[in-house]
């Protein structure tokens, strides 16, 4: 089975999910949390990503990311693997912890960056875990909200869709964020759950899937099977300069 199409490139928003394997929990304690959150960290600056809101929920978590160069796939599975080892081995953990692979959706963040950042802030109400959201610090509404100063988040790029950065419109996010608890889903509305955004911006999304699908087509596999494998030893030992004995020692 082809698995489904994951564009990637520089300067693109996505919105990130993953659920716990069997949709067990992913954090039992709030120590887990912490060490998650380390580790987004670290995944932040090591692929050069921005975050611009998270939520941790005990059985997934969801993330608003900006990639500033095309290697969403690399960051998220050191997000992932990074914890899931620290998480197998703190609980005593034989097998997957996440389920599957992780779902990412571009987002056209000009038109749905505070829709969004609203829907993930939303989750820990939506569950009936807190009756107000600013009790509940595994997310970074806090931060929005200046009750909490992050070194993870940057809630200004949605805060200036507002207005500027100041405390009247933090204020009027938070007002948002509250009228907007009957918010369905917003993902509902993505093209093939693939993307979230206008027309125009779907339009430029479907062109970069016909550019993939078309290299996607021509597959390694059918490429080499012109060839037999002794043609293709030989042309390796000549391009890369190598004896024949050295292609076999690994």
């Not at 081995?89 to 969004?116: C, E, T, W």
């Not at 949605?158 to 369905?184: A, C, R, T």
């Not at 955004?197 to 479907?206: D, L, N, Q, R």
């Not at 390796?236 to 690994?250: A, C, D, G, S």
Request: charged share 25%; glycine share 4%; proline share 3%.
């Amino acid at each position: 089975m082809v698995r489904p199409l994951r564009l990637s490139f520089e300067n693109a928003f996505y919105h990130i999910t993953a659920r716990g394997n069997r949709r067990e929990k992913i954090f039992y304690s709030s120590r887990d949390k912490e060490v998650f959150l380390k580790r987004l960290k670290e995944m932040l600056i090591k692929y050069a990503m921005n975050c611009y809101a998270y939520c941790l929920m005990d059985n997934h978590y969801h993330l608003f990311i900006k990639t500033n160069q095309p290697n969403l796939s690399q960051g998220i599975h050191y997000l992932n693997s990074s914890y899931t080892n620290w998480f197998r081995n703190k609980h005593q953990i034989i097998g997957p912890i996440f389920q599957g692979r992780f779902k990412s959706i571009l987002v056209d963040a000009d038109n749905y960056a505070l829709m969004l950042s609203a829907y993930i802030h939303l989750n820990p109400l939506r569950a009936g875990i807190v009756k107000r959201l600013e009790d509940y610090p595994w997310s970074s509404y806090l931060d929005y909200l200046r009750l909490r100063k992050s070194n993870i988040t940057d809630p200004s790029f949605v805060l200036n869709l507002i207005g500027h950065n100041n405390i009247e419109f933090i204020k009027k996010y938070q007002e948002y964020v509250i009228e907007s608890q009957d918010m369905k889903d917003p993902m509902r509305e993505s093209y093939h759950h693939i993307a979230l955004g206008s027309a125009t911006f779907i339009e430029k999304v479907k062109e970069r899937m016909e550019h993939k699908g078309r290299r996607r087509e021509i597959s390694s596999t059918r490429f080499l099977s012109k060839y037999d494998i002794d043609t293709i030893i030989t042309k390796m030992t000549q391009v890369l300069h190598i004896e024949r004995r050295m292609i076999f020692e690994k």
